[in-house]
């Protein structure tokens, strides 16, 4: 065999593995997730209610203020702030009626035990 039948097949080979190299690691276009409007369309996720939930409690202690709100059928958020930030007097919160929440007292006082 002629010496540059040779090399032309030698670097035939050599470009067909080069290129098969080259598309194992070219990134190719990965799947996007929905976003949050096509999961909610698609029935994926089910959509909030939420309520205006009104300021029952607040309380200072050590470096944090604790601010608990109260909404329709029970529904309940706290709020941790810093110690001189201000606790707005109504905030929107997910409805969760009836849900087992303890006494606004019970709560603080747990609140209280577990950051000191």
């Given amino acids: ?4 039948v040779w090399i032309d097949n030698s670097l035939l080979v050599l470009f067909f593995i ?5 598309i194992a690691f070219v990134p190719r276009a990965q799947a996007v997730d929905w976003t949050h409007e096509q999961k909610l369309r698609l029935g994926l996720i089910d959509k909030k209610t939420m309520v205006t939930c009104r300021l029952a409690k ?5 470096e944090q203020k ?3 709100y109260l909404g329709a059928n029970n529904t309940t958020d706290t709020i941790f702030i ?3 930030e201000y606790c707005p ?3 929107q919160c997910v409805y969760e009626p009836e849900k087992d929440t303890p006494n606004i007292l019970e709560m603080m006082e ?3 035990e577990s950051l000191k």
């Fill in 82 to 84: 810093d110690k001189w």
């Fill in 66 to 68: 604790i601010c608990i």
């Fill in 1 to 4: 065999m002629k010496r540059y």
């Fill in 110 to 112: 747990s609140l209280e």
């Fill in 89 to 91: 007097r109504q905030i």
């Fill in 58 to 62: 607040r309380k200072v202690i050590k």
């Fill in 18 to 22: 080069l290129f098969l190299s080259f």
